[in-house]
């Protein structure tokens, strides 16, 4: 319900605004840890069913996007073919430093880098640009969205906003599938 929805109030649009106008920006970077320059979470503000609003957008480059999907298949073929799978959690030791795997989460993990190089070989995995966005949110509304760019600069952000806002955004929808060992796509 958008009246619950703190990202629809204007006097929090309002604040947002202000920041961004301090800023000189269009949107507001997230605090996240996750941004690095083939992601970046932000807030802008847009319309959504006729009303001001709140996105709550995360932004990743096509070919950040095909790795989530290598990852993701070969987490589920290793469901699959180990009965006592449990995704793998990488552990800190009291100085910070990463903790060995056990035996099985070693197993697993190698079973997983195999099943993704052989995807990988075989093109397997094809992604396209998209947005998709989510009204259900708990404060304004998510936005995810994939971009044919080498990283997610400022500059990127800005003229996406800009875009979706003005309702003029092109959608590459050619599938793209992307190599690591030369770090190149293929069409």
Known sequence: MPSLNKGFDPDVINEYRE????????????????NSEEFKNFYFIGMFEGKEVLYDAALYTLRLHHNSELYELAEHRAANHFPEFKSISYREDE???????????????????????????????????????????????????ALNVEEISESVISTFIRQFNDDTIKLDQTSYTFHTEDEEFVR
């Not at 920041?19 to 996750?34: E, P, Q």
């Not at 195999?114 to 936005?143: C, K, Q, T, Y």
Request: net charge negative.
């Open 95 to 145: 100085n910070g430093d990463l903790q060995a795997l056990d035996d099985l989460e070693e197993e697993i993990g190698l079973y997983m880098a195999e099943v993704m190089m052989e995807l990988e070989a075989e093109g397997d995995i094809r992604v396209s640009e998209f947005i998709e966005v989510d009204p259900h949110l708990n404060f304004g509304i998510g936005l995810d969205a």
């Open 19 to 34: 920041k961004m106008s301090r800023k000189g920006k269009n949107f507001l970077l997230s605090d996240s840890d996750d």
